[in-house]
């Protein structure tokens, strides 16, 4: 089956710096890699998803990266704000409609 | 409702007892799925409903776990003789279509079940 790793397991950035996160997969049949954002006791919130035949896609101060042939993904956060501080998932699947395979997470601080 | 909902929020059981967890989708949604969450890591799948068809149960960890959607919307995950490593936070997510369409999943907050 698939098995996702995530790294870093904590990140500390300064307010204003940007935060990469970066996952790597194992099953070359994923074609579908979304992110989700957790706060303490709260649902996970999906902020941006990338298919397998887009190489990049940006929301505003958040952007995904994709590279299919290294099986690794990246999360990019611009312009941090304190309200950026959770627990990040990164998770890979078959499509948006199949059972979702996450990482570990990560715990992204953003420091006033 | 607007989002996915879940209750209770909170359960505390005994070691031995049997628990039921309740997952109202957002309606309309075909695809409902739980995930297990311990603590501090990330979700992972017990099982997958299309409608009333439980078409995946790989992830479910023993043969105490036993998933159901009689009517194709709200699902119940119950657990029997529940134990100690039981416990962690049950996610329950739904989606629109089929696992070939191209929605995305929406999860409730979940119910923490703490066993003692």
């Known amino acids: 089956g698939e098995n996702v790793e995530q790294h870093p397991s904590t990140l500390s950035v300064q307010e204003g710096d940007s935060a990469v996160i970066k996952c790597t997969y194992s099953d070359s049949a994923s074609n579908y890699f979304p992110w989700y954002k957790q706060e303490l006791g709260k649902r996970p919130q999906l902020i941006i998803d990338i298919r397998s035949n887009v190489g990049e896609k940006k929301d505003q101060r958040i952007a995904v990266t994709l590279n299919k042939t290294a099986k690794h993904f990246s999360l990019h956060i611009t312009e941090t704000q304190p309200e950026d501080s959770a627990v990040y998932f990164c998770a890979a699947s078959k499509s948006s409609g199949d059972k979702l395979t996450f990482g570990t997470g990560t715990r992204l601080a953003v420091r006033p | 409702g607007a989002g996915v909902s879940q209750s209770p929020r909170y359960k505390v059981a005994k070691r031995g007892q049997d628990v039921a967890l309740r997952c109202d989708p957002i309606?309309?949604?075909?695809?409902l799925f739980w995930y297990q969450q311990a603590l501090g890591q990330g979700p992972e799948f017990l099982t997958y409903?299309?409608?009333?068809?439980?078409?995946?149960k790989s992830g479910l960890p023993s043969d105490r776990f036993f998933a159901e959607r009689p009517e194709g919307s709200v699902s119940t995950l119950k657990i029997q003789r529940t134990q100690q490593e039981d416990s962690a936070v049950y996610l329950c997510?739904?989606?629109?279509?089929?696992?070939?369409?191209?929605?995305?999943?929406?999860f409730g907050d979940g119910t923490r079940l703490s066993i003692l």
């Open positions: 409903f299309q409608n009333e068809a439980q078409l995946d």
């Open positions: 309606s309309g949604h075909v695809s």
């Open positions: 997510a739904s989606s629109f279509g089929s696992p070939h369409s191209n929605q995305p999943q929406h």
